[in-house]
């Protein structure tokens, strides 16, 4: 039985891999896709601009999520402890977020033992 709409039952089975994978990334690293995101982000931002801090407005910019979600993110990255927030020094409404230590060290993990794609998103990518 053929689906009615080939984009939904696509994207169906596109969702379906993106679980596989965070699951794949939880069981090997302890973290979800969202953190791992947020993290290689931040990682990628320190190494291409030698400071690793953004707002969450940037950052909300820059992986397209909402404002609320990337609180959502922010929240459980800062209790693992892998970032860390400061004040803007511009603009004290703002804050900052930056990898700890502890971040960068998870964030190169991530970098070093890369998680299978399943082959779905392969032919995406």
């Known amino acids: 039985m053929s689906c009615m709409n080939d984009s939904i039952c ?3 089975d596109v969702l ?3 679980n596989e994978f965070e699951k ?3 069981q090997a690293h302890s973290i979800s896709l ?3 995101m947020l993290l290689c982000l931040l990682g990628e931002h320190r190494t291409k601009k030698r400071t690793g801090h953004l707002s969450a407005s940037e950052i909300a910019e820059m992986t397209g999520f909402s404002p609320s979600h990337i609180s959502k993110i922010l929240r459980s990255a800062e ?3 892998w970032i860390s927030r400061s004040l803007c020094p511009e603009d004290k409404r703002k804050m900052h977020f930056e990898l700890t230590a502890d971040g ?3 964030y190169r993990q991530l970098k070093n033992t890369p998680v299978e794609v399943p082959d ?5 990518i």
């Not at 779905?120 to 995406?124: C, G, T, Y």
Request: glycine residues 4%; without cysteine.
């Open 10 to 12: 696509l994207m169906k």
């Open 16 to 18: 379906k891999a993106f």
């Open 24 to 26: 794949s990334l939880v």
């Open 34 to 36: 969202n953190e791992a």
């Open 79 to 81: 209790s693992g402890k």
């Open 104 to 106: 960068y060290e998870k």
């Open 120 to 124: 779905l998103l392969k032919k995406l």
